[in-house]
Protein backbone atom coordinates (compact mmCIF):
# COMPACT_ATOMS: atom_id res chain seq x y z
CA UNK A 1 0.00 0.00 0.00
CA UNK A 2 1.51 3.31 -1.26
CA UNK A 3 0.76 6.82 0.43
CA UNK A 4 1.38 10.33 -1.35
CA UNK A 5 1.60 13.13 0.94
CA UNK A 6 1.51 17.12 -0.24
CA UNK A 7 3.53 19.63 1.83
CA UNK A 8 1.55 22.17 3.78
CA UNK A 9 4.13 24.06 4.62
CA UNK A 10 8.09 25.12 4.04
CA UNK A 11 11.00 26.26 6.33
CA UNK A 12 12.68 29.11 5.77
CA UNK A 13 16.06 28.40 7.89
CA UNK A 14 19.27 30.26 9.38
CA UNK A 15 20.54 27.03 8.03
CA UNK A 16 21.64 27.12 4.09
CA UNK A 17 23.74 23.60 4.42
CA UNK A 18 23.65 20.25 6.18
CA UNK A 19 27.00 20.81 7.63
CA UNK A 20 26.80 22.35 11.35
CA UNK A 21 22.88 22.00 11.74
CA UNK A 22 22.26 20.90 15.12
CA UNK A 23 21.79 17.14 15.30
CA UNK A 24 18.65 17.62 17.19
CA UNK A 25 16.45 20.34 17.92
CA UNK A 26 16.49 23.02 20.85
CA UNK A 27 20.50 22.30 20.94
CA UNK A 28 20.75 26.07 19.39
CA UNK A 29 18.34 28.06 20.93
CA UNK A 30 18.77 31.09 18.75
CA UNK A 31 18.36 29.30 15.63
CA UNK A 32 15.32 30.30 14.35
CA UNK A 33 13.35 30.60 10.95
CA UNK A 34 9.81 30.58 9.34
CA UNK A 35 7.04 28.34 8.49
CA UNK A 36 5.66 29.52 5.47
CA UNK A 37 2.04 27.85 5.21
CA UNK A 38 0.76 27.04 1.00
CA UNK A 39 -2.63 27.15 0.74
CA UNK A 40 -5.32 26.75 1.62
CA UNK A 41 -3.38 26.20 5.11
CA UNK A 42 -2.02 29.81 4.87
CA UNK A 43 -5.89 30.81 6.04
CA UNK A 44 -6.16 32.32 10.07
CA UNK A 45 -9.04 29.46 10.29
CA UNK A 46 -5.83 26.76 10.20
CA UNK A 47 -3.65 28.08 12.86
CA UNK A 48 -6.70 29.57 15.17
CA UNK A 49 -5.78 28.03 18.96
CA UNK A 50 -2.33 28.24 18.07
CA UNK A 51 -1.74 31.49 20.43
CA UNK A 52 -1.85 29.73 23.17
CA UNK A 53 0.57 26.82 22.22
CA UNK A 54 4.48 27.34 23.31
CA UNK A 55 5.99 24.55 21.18
CA UNK A 56 5.14 22.78 18.37
CA UNK A 57 5.55 18.92 16.70
CA UNK A 58 7.16 19.51 12.52
CA UNK A 59 6.29 16.66 10.55
CA UNK A 60 8.67 17.35 7.85
CA UNK A 61 11.08 15.70 4.41
CA UNK A 62 14.56 14.73 4.97
CA UNK A 63 14.33 16.44 1.26
CA UNK A 64 18.42 16.61 1.16
CA UNK A 65 19.14 13.24 2.76
CA UNK A 66 19.54 9.77 0.73
CA UNK A 67 16.37 7.47 2.08
CA UNK A 68 15.38 3.92 1.12
CA UNK A 69 15.35 0.25 2.30
CA UNK A 70 19.67 0.46 1.95
CA UNK A 71 19.87 2.01 5.06
CA UNK A 72 18.91 -0.59 7.65
CA UNK A 73 22.44 0.15 9.73
CA UNK A 74 23.61 3.40 10.57
CA UNK A 75 26.72 4.95 11.77
CA UNK A 76 25.34 7.98 14.38
CA UNK A 77 27.67 10.84 15.18
CA UNK A 78 26.56 10.06 18.90
CA UNK A 79 29.34 7.02 18.62
CA UNK A 80 31.76 8.43 17.29
CA UNK A 81 30.77 7.78 13.19
CA UNK A 82 32.31 4.02 13.69
CA UNK A 83 29.65 2.34 15.16
CA UNK A 84 26.61 0.86 13.50
CA UNK A 85 23.40 0.25 14.50
CA UNK A 86 20.13 -0.11 13.21
CA UNK A 87 18.28 2.82 11.23
CA UNK A 88 14.98 2.32 14.22
CA UNK A 89 17.28 2.78 17.42
CA UNK A 90 18.69 6.37 15.55
CA UNK A 91 17.58 9.51 14.63
CA UNK A 92 19.79 9.33 11.38
CA UNK A 93 18.49 11.72 8.52
CA UNK A 94 18.63 8.92 6.49
CA UNK A 95 15.76 6.62 6.95
CA UNK A 96 13.38 4.55 5.19
CA UNK A 97 11.20 7.15 4.14
CA UNK A 98 12.60 10.51 4.59
CA UNK A 99 10.36 11.71 6.75
CA UNK A 100 11.51 13.66 10.30
CA UNK A 101 9.88 14.76 13.35
CA UNK A 102 10.94 17.69 15.45
CA UNK A 103 9.90 20.23 18.31
CA UNK A 104 10.26 24.17 18.06
CA UNK A 105 9.68 26.73 19.83
CA UNK A 106 7.01 28.67 18.93
CA UNK A 107 7.91 32.73 18.96
CA UNK A 108 4.88 34.13 16.84
CA UNK A 109 1.86 34.21 14.54
CA UNK A 110 1.92 36.22 11.07
CA UNK A 111 -0.52 36.20 8.17
CA UNK A 112 0.40 32.45 6.19
CA UNK A 113 3.37 32.61 8.67
CA UNK A 114 4.68 30.78 11.99
CA UNK A 115 7.67 32.37 13.01
CA UNK A 116 9.95 29.75 15.34
CA UNK A 117 13.02 28.54 17.33
CA UNK A 118 15.41 26.37 17.96
CA UNK A 119 15.15 24.71 15.38
CA UNK A 120 17.73 21.91 13.01
CA UNK A 121 15.69 22.55 9.73
CA UNK A 122 17.70 22.68 6.82
CA UNK A 123 16.54 26.00 4.93
CA UNK A 124 13.86 24.80 1.72
CA UNK A 125 12.46 22.02 4.40
CA UNK A 126 9.09 20.77 3.28
CA UNK A 127 6.09 20.47 6.03
CA UNK A 128 3.85 17.79 6.25
CA UNK A 129 2.07 17.97 9.58
CA UNK A 130 2.11 20.35 12.43
CA UNK A 131 0.75 19.68 15.57
CA UNK A 132 0.37 21.63 19.41
CA UNK A 133 3.31 20.02 22.14
CA UNK A 134 1.03 18.54 24.52
CA UNK A 135 3.59 18.94 27.94
CA UNK A 136 1.59 16.30 30.10
CA UNK A 137 1.29 13.95 27.49
CA UNK A 138 4.96 14.28 25.02
CA UNK A 139 6.84 15.14 28.34
CA UNK A 140 8.36 11.71 29.88
CA UNK A 141 10.37 12.29 32.88
CA UNK A 142 11.54 8.58 33.58
CA UNK A 143 12.03 7.76 29.72
CA UNK A 144 15.22 6.05 29.09
CA UNK A 145 17.43 5.90 25.76
CA UNK A 146 20.86 3.95 26.91
CA UNK A 147 22.48 5.20 23.47
CA UNK A 148 22.25 9.23 24.35
CA UNK A 149 21.66 9.08 28.06
CA UNK A 150 22.83 12.96 28.36
CA UNK A 151 23.56 15.65 26.19
CA UNK A 152 26.40 16.14 23.96
CA UNK A 153 29.87 17.80 26.09
CA UNK A 154 29.64 21.32 24.42
CA UNK A 155 33.56 22.59 23.10
CA UNK A 156 34.67 26.14 23.88
CA UNK A 157 34.37 28.71 21.07
CA UNK A 158 36.54 31.31 20.71
CA UNK A 159 36.62 33.94 18.01
CA UNK A 160 39.14 36.30 16.21
CA UNK A 161 38.77 39.87 17.31
CA UNK A 162 38.56 40.65 13.47
CA UNK A 163 36.15 37.49 13.22
CA UNK A 164 33.69 39.08 16.05
CA UNK A 165 33.20 42.42 14.58
CA UNK A 166 32.40 40.95 11.19
CA UNK A 167 29.89 38.79 12.97
CA UNK A 168 28.18 41.87 15.09
CA UNK A 169 27.99 43.97 11.68
CA UNK A 170 26.16 41.32 10.18
CA UNK A 171 23.87 40.86 12.92
CA UNK A 172 22.76 44.75 12.56
CA UNK A 173 22.54 43.70 8.87
CA UNK A 174 20.72 40.61 9.16
CA UNK A 175 18.58 41.34 12.32
CA UNK A 176 19.50 37.83 13.60
CA UNK A 177 21.46 36.73 16.25
CA UNK A 178 24.43 35.83 14.21
CA UNK A 179 26.99 35.52 17.43
CA UNK A 180 24.65 33.18 19.74
CA UNK A 181 23.65 30.96 16.57
CA UNK A 182 27.43 30.86 15.31
CA UNK A 183 28.57 29.65 19.19
CA UNK A 184 25.53 27.46 19.56
CA UNK A 185 25.85 25.16 16.73
CA UNK A 186 29.82 25.22 16.73
CA UNK A 187 29.83 24.14 20.00
CA UNK A 188 28.21 20.78 19.14
CA UNK A 189 31.16 20.04 16.92
CA UNK A 190 29.88 19.71 13.42
CA UNK A 191 32.52 17.44 12.61
CA UNK A 192 32.62 13.63 12.12
CA UNK A 193 33.79 12.84 15.71
CA UNK A 194 36.32 10.02 14.22
CA UNK A 195 38.31 13.52 12.76
CA UNK A 196 41.73 14.52 14.51
CA UNK A 197 42.04 17.34 12.83
CA UNK A 198 45.40 19.41 13.29
CA UNK A 199 45.50 23.46 13.66
CA UNK A 200 46.18 24.05 10.20
CA UNK A 201 43.23 22.71 8.73
CA UNK A 202 40.40 25.38 8.08
CA UNK A 203 36.44 24.21 8.17
CA UNK A 204 33.64 26.24 6.71
CA UNK A 205 29.89 26.74 6.79
CA UNK A 206 27.22 28.67 5.33
CA UNK A 207 24.61 30.70 7.72
CA UNK A 208 22.24 32.76 6.18
CA UNK A 209 24.13 34.50 3.39
CA UNK A 210 27.41 34.10 5.74
CA UNK A 211 30.42 31.88 5.15
CA UNK A 212 31.64 30.98 8.43
CA UNK A 213 35.09 29.37 8.74
CA UNK A 214 36.89 28.10 11.74
CA UNK A 215 39.42 25.72 13.15
CA UNK A 216 40.56 23.73 15.99
CA UNK A 217 43.79 24.80 18.10
CA UNK A 218 42.92 22.46 19.89
CA UNK A 219 40.67 19.29 19.92
CA UNK A 220 38.12 20.07 22.21
CA UNK A 221 38.29 24.38 21.25
CA UNK A 222 37.20 26.05 18.23
CA UNK A 223 38.70 29.39 17.26
CA UNK A 224 35.62 31.21 14.42
CA UNK A 225 38.32 33.18 12.17
CA UNK A 226 36.42 34.86 9.78
CA UNK A 227 32.56 36.00 8.60
CA UNK A 228 31.98 37.09 4.85
CA UNK A 229 28.68 37.67 3.03
CA UNK A 230 28.27 35.68 0.51
CA UNK A 231 27.25 37.88 -2.45
CA UNK A 232 24.72 36.89 -5.62
CA UNK A 233 26.87 36.21 -8.36
CA UNK A 234 26.92 39.44 -11.07
CA UNK A 235 24.91 38.70 -14.69
Request: hydrophobic content about 40%; charged content about 20%.
Amino acid sequence: MAYQFEPIAVVRSCFSEKFAIPRQPSLAPAASGVIELLPPYDQPEAVAGLEGVSHLWLLFVFHAAPSGPTHLRVRPPRLGGNQRIGVFASRSTHRPNPIGQSVVKLDGIEPGRLRISSIDLLDGTPILDIKPYVPYADSLPMASNSLADTAPVLLAVDWTPAALQQARDQADRLCQPVVEVIEQCLAQDPKPAYQQPGTERRYGVRFWDLNVCWHYPQPDRICVLSIEQILPAAH
